[in-house]
């Protein structure tokens, strides 16, 4: 266990007592020492986004500030890091959308199966400030906003038995993102939805548990499930970013200047993160071959039309969606009309 893996178990050990004490956040040497949290490995294009914010932070304010990021769930897992964020206690954490539609339902949005119609289209509304940021500030009220989106792909099955069709999916027990909207659309396709946190998905599924999850193919060689799960297939129903959230208080208490380096920072973690991203699906593919996993494309129409009856489900029970989803409608159409 390498000194970096060590300091990090030995802090999650310590983090109440730490926490509790009046100037925890004050390294030795004065600096103010800032946390991020993710749940991702050192490897991960959610870590080298993070490693390029450090570096531009602390190339402009290293005389002040001491960035470190804990990875692999060191400091508790996403829900709990969210909940730290909240009160302080660390400074930013990257985050699911799933989990943060506990703080605010407008993230209900990113739930909805087969919401973009393409790739394309999906980075097109990330990168739409005008849409975006009011999502991104709607947990002002909750003690914290996003300040970037990551790149998180496609999200696809994965499963001890293949899954060709929807049919294949009946009975099935996959593990979703911690959400009422995922479990209903676990539902929809008609398999028997299981919440939990993706540390502990590796376990569940050699337990048998659960018989797969859900995720990009980074999930198969980063994280090992293509060790136990060995036929991948390409039903593509959710895009959904990861967020990086920061404390708010930690973030309006900056100066101007301070600010602005702070969100350039976030803005190249943005950049770094979905070139990092681009490369390692690419590598994992070959990997995840090599240790035996199948991937298969199929129809994506008849997974789509199980679920899409959840986007009118969603619309109905949380009206302020509505100009959200009709906004993304529009870009749709428009990067559909220029292909």
Known sequence: ???????????????PMVFALSGCNLANNGKRIIRISH??????????????FEEYVESK???????????????GSSV????????????????????????????QIFTMPYLFNS???????????ELISGIFS???????????????????????????????LKGKKIRVQQSPANVRMMELFGAAA????????????????????????????????GEICKYYTYNQHQMVPDLLIGNLRFLEGLSPEERQIFD??????????????????AVAKEQATEMGVQFFETDIEPFREKVLPLHQELLAANPKLQPIYDHIQAINNQVQEAK
Do not use: C
């Not at 999200?155 to 049919?167: H, L, Q």
């Not at 590796?202 to 999850?213: D, F, M």
């Open 61 to 75: 304010l290293g005389d002040k500030y001491d960035v470190q990021i804990f990875p692999n769930e060191l400091l």
């Open 264 to 281: 350039e920072a976030a803005k190249i973690a943005t950049q770094v993160e979905r070139e990092e991203w681009d490369e390692q699906v």
């Open 80 to 107: 709990k890091a969210i909940e730290l964020v909240q009160t302080g206690a660390i400074d930013f954490a990257i985050a699911s959308t799933s989990n943060l539609e506990t703080f605010d339902d407008i993230y």
């Open 194 to 225: 299981t919440p939990m946190s993706f540390g502990e998905v590796y376990t569940a599924i050699q337990s048998g548990v659960i018989n797969g999850a859900e995720n990009n193919e980074l999930a198969l060689t980063n994280n090992k499930h």
């Open 39 to 52: 749940s991702q490995s050192e490897a991960h294009p959610d870590h080298v986004g993070l490693l390029a």
């Open 1 to 15: 266990m390498n000194s970096f893996i060590k300091k990090g178990m030995a802090l999650l050990l310590t983090v």
């Open 119 to 129: 790739v394309e289209a999906y980075h097109a509304v990330m990168e739409n400030e």
């Open 138 to 168: 709607s947990t002002a009220e909750s003690g914290f906003e996003a300040v970037a989106w990551f790149e998180a792909g496609t999200r696809n099955f994965y499963a001890t038995s293949p899954i060709k069709t929807v049919e294949d």
